[in-house]
């Protein structure tokens, strides 16, 4: 069933790329990076093509939202949209479905509002999150754990790292406000993999 | 007076002592927290105006040629004059969804660079200076005749802020020199009213104007002109937009290049920050990919590893804040100990 499943996906993913007339190759864990040891577990379908993602879905905390593109800041930072929607994701950083560790930003609350992600810090592991690309497929993954970080010891590694599959961090602020620096104390990471993918 | 032996001295009294010690003291560290600490410039977050060159309210005219390397937008008025001789190397986004979404970004930014501090205070022309970084201040007007220094002292980091109550003006030729790591990315320049730069002048830094900012002839800015409310007029001018070197470079081993899919193919939609992964202004060795070999760092996945944390929130749904929170529980803290004095005394006396 995963290998039927894995099989559609590689070839819907090529014929969409073929169709585009853009090539781009399946990542896939065999070609794994240098130094990362590649998931045992058969059950993992296999990381899709590069696709830009234009909507996310989260059902079980009422999630339903575009995607715009982010950046960095001047000085290295992470771009957060401008507003308290949209969500956004990293576009220095894999698209979600592909290998590696996807990014995806939302406020938990902006100008007297709740943010997109307002109840990210509630999310639990199991929760399914669904990110429709531009190339009509659909990314499925599930969360694996929700943790909150202060802001001052960032896991950098643990969010940006290499990963031997197809992840997902879904990144928002938590913690207490602190009036004075006018920031959060804490980032509420919500971890996730790929558990499953639709073609077009 | 004198007691009898009989009688006990006045119980509450004995018990003062300890609850009034605890109150004093809590109220010492309360103030303690409450009290603003010196903090030194920190960066200003420009979010999605950070991609902008010139960004202006009530429109953009250009005379010559000018280069612009960044995006350029107008809103609420979206005319942009003589932009046949602009030459860019970004977007023009006229008036789009992206210039509004970066004109609420100039904003947030405008009031964070006019609210950090403590501040120095500006009391003369800028011309033949030195400054360290921090946040400098004037009530009135900031001019540049001549050179002016921003020497960082070795930090890469260091930002300098500079605020004015009312209007920037540099003189012809006027210049400002970045030495010993201080970075044009660094530096901002918030208006109270206008700015103008002087005709051939070389200008580093953002600025940040509630009025209008205009770029005399053949004057070059290493930054940004951003406008809020006003106009930015142009004349035979570059503008760089200046983007820091980010991860500071560990020891990197050689990095094997991952299987990463093909390099990003650009998202086609236009409503987007355009800000790019890399850096605008790619430097050779000084610019890093965030791609190290070291096994507690990243390896390349993510092409560009941003620093730090991710600010994703403003605190308006945060109830108490930072500051309350102290005062919240000092005052639960209070209401106990006096609970507590009382019960004890009560029990003496009965």
């Known amino acids: 069933m995963t290998a039927l499943v894995a099989a559609v996906v590689a070839t819907s993913a090529v014929a969409t790329a073929c169709g585009s007339g853009r090539p781009q190759p399946l990542a896939t864990p065999s070609s794994a990076p240098h130094g990362v040891t590649p998931s045992t577990t ?85 929760a399914q999150v669904t990110v429709a ?68 | 007076m004198k007691l009898s032996p009989n009688v006990r001295p006045n119980p509450r009294l004995r018990f003062a ?18 009290a603003t600490s010196a903090q030194a410039a920190t960066q200003v977050p420009l979010g999605a105006a950070d991609s902008f060159a010139v960004l202006a309210g009530a429109g953009i005219t250009n005379t010559g040629p000018t280069t612009l390397n960044g995006d350029l937008g107008t809103f609420p008025t979206t005319s942009i004059s003589g ?25 947030n930014a405008y009031n964070v ?13 800028l011309g033949g200076r030195t400054l360290v970084p921090g946040v400098y201040n004037s009530a009135s007007s900031i001019g540049l005749t001549g050179a002016l220094t921003l020497d960082a002292g070795g930090d890469p980091n260091a930002v300098f802020v500079f605020q004015a109550g009312s209007a920037l003006t540099t003189a012809s030729a006027s210049l400002v020199n970045l030495v010993n790591g201080a970075q044009s990315c660094n530096v901002f320049w918030q208006v109270g009213s206008s700015a103008t730069l002087g005709t051939g002048s070389h200008f580093r830094g953002t600025i940040l104007a509630l009025t209008d900012i205009t770029v005399t002839t053949g004057a070059t800015v290493e930054g940004r002109v951003l406008a809020r409310n006003g106009a930015v007029t142009l004349d035979t001018n570059t503008i760089t937009r200046s983007a820091c070197s980010g991860l500071v470079a560990s020891p990197s081993a050689s990095a094997t290049p991952t299987a990463r899919p093909s390099t990003s193919p650009r998202p086609s939609t ?15 060795s000084g610019t890093t990919t965030g791609t ?17 944390a991710v600010p994703a929130g403003d605190g308006s749904t945060s109830g108490g804040g930072g500051d309350a929170r102290y005062l919240l529980s000092g005052g639960v803290l209070l209401a106990g100990l006096a609970g507590g004095t009382i019960l004890a005394v009560r029990r003496r006396n009965a």
């Open chain 2, 113 to 125: 660079a006019a609210g950090q501090g403590p501040t120095s205070p500006i009391a003369a022309d």
């Open chain 1, 42 to 126: 058969t059950s993992v379908p296999a990381p899709l093509a590069r696709s830009r993602p234009v909507r996310v879905r989260i059902p079980a905390i009422g999630v339903d939202s575009g995607m715009m593109a982010l950046g960095l800041q001047a000085d290295g930072t992470l771009q957060v949209p401008p507003t308290g929607f949209p969500a956004g994701w990293y576009t220095g950083a894999p698209t979600p479905g592909e290998l590696g560790p996807a990014i995806v930003v939302g406020h938990v609350d902006w100008a007297g509002r709740p943010g997109v992600f307002y109840e990210l810090r509630r999310l639990k592991p199991g």
């Open chain 2, 83 to 107: 932009s046949s001789s602009l030459t860019v190397t970004g977007t023009n986004h006229g008036g789009d969804s992206v210039t509004q979404g970066a004109k609420t970004a100039l904003v």
């Open chain 1, 133 to 200: 690309r531009e190339d009509g497929t659909t990314a499925t993954f599930r969360v694996t754990r929700v943790e909150q970080f202060a802001k001052g010891t960032f896991p950098t590694q643990a969010v940006y790292g290499d990963i031997d599959h197809a992840g997902l961090r879904l990144v928002t602020c938590g913690g207490a406000f602190d009036r004075k620096t006018h920031s959060y104390d804490d980032n509420v990471v919500a971890f996730a993999e790929l558990v499953s993918a639709l073609p077009a």
């Open chain 2, 17 to 34: 002592a300890g609850p009034v010690a605890a109150l004093v003291a809590l109220l010492s560290v309360g103030l303690l927290l409450l």
């Open chain 2, 270 to 284: 236009s409503a987007r920050p355009s800000t790019s992964a890399r850096p605008a202004t790619a430097t050779g």
């Open chain 2, 292 to 308: 190290t070999g070291g096994t507690g760092t990243p390896n390349g996945q993510v092409v560009r590893v941003p620093t730090g």
